[in-house]
């Protein structure tokens, strides 16, 4: 999820500082000039090095409910108020970080349910469209495909 958005901001030029607690991760993004710190967003002296006094929007991609709680908390505890948006497992998860102050959910298994719906709603009776998919599909996945994925 994180690695479109990565791209997108930096081709707009805008600064981004990714933060991963993977080391082979934080390798390669290193290697691909991408901004990026070590770290557990559970521990304070992560969260004072981000600098998010100076952020314009913070994203959160981790699918782990307890970081996503946290990172919000966190926010709110440091009178940091700028857009968030996180990431949630399910519906009950997202109804939670709502409350918790969450700007926006996306819920992945929802939205492709819904981009796949809207696809079928658009070519249904096209059996050419899904026949040739897996070509073009392929081909989109290795554009897509970035060296620290």
Same mark, same amino acid.
């Given at each position: ?20 607690? $993977?080391? &082979? ?12 710190? *070590?770290?557990?967003? %559970? ?24 970081? $996503? ?6 926010? &709110? *505890?440091? %009178? ?10 399910? =519906?009950?998860? =997202? ?5 918790? %102050? ?20 658009? &070519? ?26």
């Amino acid at each position: 999820v994180g690695g479109e958005i990565v791209k997108f901001l930096q081709r707009e030029k805008v600064p981004v500082v990714v933060l991963d607690f $993977n080391p &082979h991760l934080v390798d390669a993004l290193l290697k691909e000039k991408i901004s990026v710190l *070590y770290g557990d967003i %559970g521990d304070p002296e992560v969260f004072d090095s981000l600098s998010l006094e100076r952020a314009k929007m913070v994203i959160s991609t981790s699918p782990t409910m307890a970081d $996503n709680k946290l990172l919000l908390e966190e926010l &709110h *505890y440091r %009178g940091i108020n700028i857009p968030v948006i996180v990431r949630a497992e399910t =519906a009950r998860e =997202a109804k939670q970080l709502y409350k918790a %102050g969450a700007d926006y959910v996306i819920i992945p298994d929802i939205l492709a349910g819904d981009f796949l719906l809207g696809i079928i709603k658009e &070519h249904l009776g096209d059996s050419a469209f899904f026949k040739d998919r897996a070509r073009i599909e392929l081909d989109r996945l290795e554009r897509k495909t970035l060296a620290w994925e």
